[in-house]
T-cell receptor
Framework: AQKVTQAQTEISVVEKEDVTLDCVYETRDTTYYLFWYKQPPSGELVFLIRRNSFDEQNEISGRYSWNFQKSTSSFNFTITASQVVDSAVYFCALRVTRDDKIIFGKGTRLHILP | DGGITQSPKYLFRKEGQNVTLSCEQNLNHDAMYWYRQDPGQGLRLIYYSQIVNDFQKGDIAEGYSVSREKKESFPLTVTSAQKNPTAFYLC?????????????FGDGTRLSIL
């Protein structure tokens, strides 16, 4: 069975600090995709990034970066120089190629304090 | 612009009443999904459909029903059998067969008991 664990329920940091959101996944499948979504107070989930299991290259997009490590089954998300607009709930998710469903973690609520 | 429209944004249910949540998409996606979100619980899959006139139960289908008569529409009915319906409901869609493709989400419907 697949599982996604986001151990950090809630994080608060002061604006301009860096913050890392942890994501650990479990699957026996060798082919899978990992995703991060952002849920602002408005409620809609916004897609941020996807990674397939064969691509362990880290990715940077502006102030966002992602660290994928198969050896530790982790797909962590770092926000550099955080801003108040980054305040949201962030979800990590996993999908294996033989399944129609995406498995979501329980989310990490991030508060960026001005 | 293509997207997913959920209505209403807020909905109130009386005891013993069935209510229907609307979800419409113009992304030409074949697959559609319904999730329930409770505080601290992440997203849990209720039902999903990959093709018109066909749908499958998710992890928490009891007390809910769906139909898929048109590709664009996937309404969710919360029946009186669902004893704890208060939650935030999210509809999503994606391309069938595109495992690496992200799901696109609507803005959600917040359901409360009167």
């Amino acid at each position: 069975a697949q599982k996604v664990t986001q151990a950090q329920t809630e994080i608060s940091v002061v604006e301009k600090e860096d913050v890392t959101l942890d994501c650990v996944y479990e699957t026996r499948d060798t082919t899978y995709y990992l995703f991060w979504y952002k849920q602002p107070p408005s409620g809609e989930l916004v897609f941020l990034i996807r990674r397939n299991s064969f691509d362990e290259q880290n990715e940077i997009s502006g102030r966002y970066s992602w660290n994928f490590q198969k050896s530790t089954s982790s797909f962590n998300f770092t926000i550099t120089a955080s801003q108040v607009v980054d305040s949201a709930v962030y979800f990590c998710a996993l999908r294996v190629t033989r399944d129609d469903k995406i498995i979501f973690g329980k989310g990490t609520r991030l508060h960026i304090l001005p | 612009d293509g997207g997913i429209t959920q209505s209403p944004k807020y909905l109130f249910r009386k005891e013993g009443q069935n209510v229907t949540l609307s979800c419409e998409q113009n992304l030409n996606h074949d697959a559609m999904y319904w999730y329930r979100q409770d505080p601290g619980q992440g997203l849990r899959l209720i039902y999903y459909s990959q093709i018109v006139n066909d749908f499958q139960k998710g992890d928490i289908a009891e007390g809910y029903s769906v139909s898929r008569e048109k590709k664009e529409s996937f309404p969710l009915t919360v029946t009186s059998a669902q004893k704890n319906p208060t939650a935030f409901y999210l509809c999503a869609s994606s391309i069938v067969g595109g495992v690496g493709q992200p799901q696109h989400f609507g803005d959600g419907t917040r359901l409360s008991i009167l």
